[in-house]
């Protein structure tokens, strides 16, 4: 096994036990699929990033829903179009495809407190 599995290893040790530590199962049960977080991740395998999301979504699934079983929802951005839902359903995962909402001009969202909050620029 190469350096990258070590990593792959101890990320997903690390992440069991961050979740377990916080009452949570220790595996995900649902998941995020945003396109531009994809393109710029280092935990992306490079012939992932800066895919057409179209192209590649696919393979994403298949690899997501083989590394983690459990896992049952997921949402997606627009970018991976509404074919992946039937993709994803044959893996055992309802995949909704979300519209982002554009924020109001003047504004910032910031995460606080492990929630999402939005402060006024003015």
């Not at 599995?5 to 945003?34: C, H, K, S, W, Y």
């Not at 690899?63 to 044959?90: F, M, N, Q």
Request: charged share 30%; glycine share 12%.
């Amino acid at each position: 096994m190469g350096r990258n599995g070590i990593f792959e290893q101890l990320n997903a040790l690390l992440r069991r036990r961050v979740r377990e530590g916080e009452g949570r199962t220790p595996e995900p049960t649902a998941m995020v699929l945003d396109a531009q977080s994809v393109k710029t991740s280092t935990n992306m395998p490079g012939t992932e990033q800066g895919v057409d999301d179209s192209t590649a979504g696919e393979a994403r699934l298949n690899r997501i829903a083989a590394t983690h079983p459990t896992l049952r929802k997921g949402w997606a951005d627009r970018s991976y179009r509404e074919c992946l839902v039937d993709h994803a359903a044959r893996l055992g995962v309802d995949l909704g495809i979300v519209r982002r909402t554009p924020a109001p001009a003047g504004s910032a969202c910031s995460r606080a407190g492990g929630r999402w909050k939005e402060r006024s620029a003015g």
